[in-house]
């Protein structure tokens, strides 16, 4: 093995291939006639060289071709010319190597939209765990007389639970059955009549919308705002019934149906096939106006919208469901907000009833990411910041949420955070951040519950048309983001030589069509996942 070693070692620092031969040969006769060993056959130990040479340089050209192709398919997107304007960036990093597989402009800081959501989920599991439930707690006070009536109030105290009576977990709150059991419930402490109200206390939150959300999404279903108690999704539906074109259009009715808002209507029909209208009005205003365009000649065309005051509408269904057991409020519901602001709430001793849980931390933080849930994600942010400093302000959630990124050595510089969702345009993050949080919740305990969380190409979620028929589909997991000039996908993609790789990419500015732009960020993904080095 020792004269093998030489000979090869000898051989590759030659490079004319005569003077090789050669010298090899003269050699190889030298070490037979000098040792007592048995004979070495010069032409073989030549051949097994030449060949052992040829397929190392061969294995370093592949690889140089494979991880060139990617590289080639990032530089073709970034040196497109109707991309010019455009701000990308792009890391793609090994978590098994622990190496940089590539990147472009990766610390570089954009508008991430709602792949945002990755840190929000994480932060959540991560802080609370994955079996971690919220609790809404029905309670009273006062006295219950002889004759079964309650002089005090019935209180629905929120915990900040963002599902309660989700269509998304209509199996685990059996239909709204929660608002019988309640119901059933004070029934059962021999309340038979309330001389006082229903009172929403959603005080476990404040009740600021983020500042820097813009005016036109925050009526809209999107746009539902974080409440200390929340229902439904925070939306409801309003149903149109449309005419001709360049008709206006008729309401027929809005599910659930609540009590005290007001709908104004300014919506025109028009010959295209799509919803073109939107609402206007914030939280706690009572009247919602609608603007836009809908398809003519449709019946019951429904658009979604946000409810403008959760804790209020749910003490009223509340009542609605007391009414039909027949035990009657002396006064109309409220909330503990209103109370407040006109100096009329009261501390004093509350007794608990029941209480209803919301499905695990794991099941939120899926739907979170599957279905891309502004309400969730700024109700989680909400949980982290009065985790962390007491407060459940946005901005000092956000700064919480800042936190738990550099207390896990995440680079934040060029970190701007301005909620959970990723609606606001003053977020601004890098694709190596993304990269970052992916990479630490690999090692964390909650990473099964936070990758099954991520949509699957081809599968579910946002990415459910994507990907179809390449190396990507039901292979890559991602969180998507998407608003008006942005577009973003950050998660994990096994490549077809087994590499487990982290990648995130966020497009900026762009001039093309969100179409095209989505076609040519799969293309690159689809080139890393079909990476063989």
Same mark, same amino acid.
């Given at each position: 093995?020792?004269?093998?070693?030489?000979?090869?070692?000898?051989?590759?620092?030659?490079?004319?291939?005569?003077?090789?031969?050669?010298?090899?040969?003269?050699?190889?006769?030298?070490?037979?006639?000098?040792?007592?060993?048995?004979?070495?056959?010069?032409?073989?130990?030549?051949?097994?060289?030449?060949? &052992?040479?040829?397929?190392?340089?061969?294995?370093?050209?592949?690889?140089?071709? &494979?991880?060139?192709?990617?590289?080639?398919?990032?530089?073709?997107?970034?040196?497109?010319?109707?991309?010019?304007?455009?701000?990308?960036?792009?890391?793609?990093?090994?978590?098994?190597?622990?190496?940089?597989?590539?990147?472009?402009?990766?610390?570089?800081?954009?508008?991430?939209?709602?792949?945002?959501?990755?840190?929000?989920?994480?932060?959540?599991?991560?802080?609370?765990?994955?079996?971690?439930?919220?609790?809404?707690?029905?309670?009273?006070?006062?006295?219950?007389?002889?004759?079964?009536?309650?002089?005090?109030?019935?209180?629905?105290?929120?915990?900040?639970?963002?599902?309660?009576?989700?269509?998304?977990?209509?199996?685990?709150?059996?239909?709204?059955?929660?608002? &019988?059991?309640?119901?059933?419930?004070?029934?059962?402490?021999?309340?038979?009549?309330?001389?006082?109200?229903?009172?929403?206390?959603?005080?476990?939150?404040?009740?600021?919308?983020?500042?820097?959300?813009?005016?036109?999404?925050?009526?809209?279903?999107?746009?539902?705002?974080?409440?200390?108690?929340?229902?439904?999704?925070?939306?409801?539906?309003?149903?149109?019934?449309?005419?001709?074109?360049?008709?206006?259009?008729?309401?027929?009715?809005?599910?659930?149906?609540?009590?005290?808002?007001?709908?104004?209507?300014?919506?025109?029909?028009?010959?295209?096939?799509?919803?073109?209208?939107?609402?206007?009005?914030?939280?706690?205003?009572?009247?919602?106006?609608?603007?836009?365009?809908?398809?003519?000649?449709?019946?019951?065309?429904?658009?979604?919208?946000?409810?403008?005051?959760?804790?209020?509408?749910?003490?009223?269904?509340?009542?609605?469901?007391?009414?039909?057991?027949?035990?009657?409020?002396?006064?109309?519901?409220?909330?503990?907000?209103?109370?407040?602001?006109?100096?009329?709430?009261?501390?004093?001793?509350?007794?608990?009833?029941?209480?209803?849980?919301?499905?695990?931390?794991?099941?939120?933080?899926?739907?979170?990411?599957?279905?891309?849930?502004?309400?969730?994600?700024?109700?989680?942010?909400?949980?982290?910041?009065?985790?962390?400093?007491?407060?459940?302000?946005?901005?000092?959630?956000?700064?919480?949420?800042?936190?738990?990124?550099?207390?896990?050595?995440?680079?934040?510089?060029?970190?701007?955070?301005?909620?959970?969702?990723?609606?606001?345009?003053?977020?601004?993050?890098?694709?190596?951040?993304?990269?970052?949080?992916?990479?630490?919740?690999?090692?964390?305990?909650?990473?099964?519950?936070?990758?099954?969380?991520?949509?699957?190409?081809?599968?579910?979620?946002?990415?459910?048309?994507?990907?179809?028929?390449?190396?990507?589909? &039901?292979?890559?997991?991602?969180?998507?983001?998407?608003?008006?000039?942005?577009?973003?996908?950050?998660?994990?993609?096994?490549?077809?030589?087994?590499?487990?790789?982290?990648?995130?990419?966020?497009?900026?500015?762009?001039?093309?069509?969100?179409?095209?732009?989505?076609?040519?960020?799969?293309?690159?993904?689809?080139?890393?996942?079909?990476?063989?080095?």
């Amino acid at each position: 093995m020792v004269y093998k070693r030489i000979i090869f070692y000898f051989y590759t620092f030659v490079k004319n291939l005569q003077v090789k031969t050669y010298l090899l040969f003269n050699l190889i006769l030298l070490l037979n006639l000098s040792v007592n060993a048995q004979f070495i056959d010069p032409k073989k130990i030549l051949q097994e060289s030449i060949k &052992k040479n040829k397929v190392e340089k061969q294995t370093k050209k592949d690889t140089v071709e &494979k991880f060139s192709t990617l590289k080639k398919q990032i530089k073709e997107i970034t040196g497109d010319s109707t991309l010019k304007n455009a701000s990308i960036s792009f890391y793609a990093y090994d978590l098994k190597s622990k190496e940089v597989i590539a990147e472009h402009n990766a610390d570089v800081s954009l508008i991430p939209a709602s792949s945002q959501k990755i840190i929000v989920t994480a932060a959540a599991l991560e802080y609370f765990g994955a079996n971690y439930r919220f609790k809404t707690t029905i309670e009273h006070d006062g006295s219950i007389d002889a004759s079964g009536t309650l002089n005090g109030n019935i209180y629905i105290k929120g915990g900040g639970d963002p599902a309660l009576g989700s269509p998304i977990f209509k199996n685990h709150y059996k239909e709204n059955a929660f608002l &019988k059991t309640w119901a059933d419930s004070i029934a059962k402490k021999g309340i038979k009549k309330i001389n006082g109200r229903i009172i929403g206390d959603a005080e476990i939150f404040d009740d600021q919308t983020p500042v820097n959300w813009i005016w036109g999404d925050m009526g809209n279903y999107y746009g539902a705002t974080a409440y200390g108690i929340s229902i439904f999704d925070n939306q409801f539906k309003v149903i149109f019934d449309t005419g001709k074109e360049k008709d206006s259009v008729k309401i027929k009715e809005h599910i659930p149906n609540i009590p005290y808002l007001k709908l104004s209507n300014q919506v025109k029909t028009y010959s295209g096939t799509e919803d073109l209208c939107y609402f206007t009005g914030g939280p706690f205003e009572n009247e919602r106006t609608v603007l836009g365009y809908l398809p003519k000649d449709k019946k019951n065309f429904s658009v979604r919208a946000s409810i403008p005051d959760p804790p209020l509408f749910l003490a009223y269904l509340l009542k609605a469901q007391l009414d039909s057991i027949n035990i009657q409020c002396t006064e109309l519901p409220c909330t503990i907000r209103q109370l407040k602001s006109t100096d009329k709430y009261k501390e004093s001793i509350k007794i608990q009833i029941c209480e209803t849980l919301s499905p695990s931390l794991s099941e939120i933080v899926f739907a979170t990411n599957k279905y891309s849930h502004n309400l969730f994600a700024e109700t989680l942010l909400k949980h982290i910041g009065l985790r962390s400093y007491k407060n459940t302000e946005t901005a000092t959630a956000a700064n919480a949420l800042k936190d738990f990124c550099k207390q896990r050595k995440i680079d934040t510089q060029g970190m701007f955070l301005s909620d959970g969702s990723g609606l606001s345009r003053y977020n601004s993050l890098t694709a190596k951040q993304l990269v970052g949080v992916l990479l630490y919740m690999k090692r964390s305990k909650s990473y099964y519950a936070f990758y099954n969380s991520l949509p699957a190409a081809g599968l579910s979620g946002t990415i459910r048309s994507m990907f179809k028929n390449t190396t990507a589909e &039901k292979n890559l997991r991602a969180k998507s983001g998407y608003m008006s000039r942005v577009r973003s996908y950050a998660g994990y993609v096994t490549t077809k030589s087994n590499r487990d790789v982290a990648f995130a990419i966020i497009v900026n500015n762009y001039t093309v069509s969100d179409a095209r732009m989505k076609e040519m960020i799969e293309m690159v993904l689809v080139k890393l996942a079909d990476m063989q080095e």
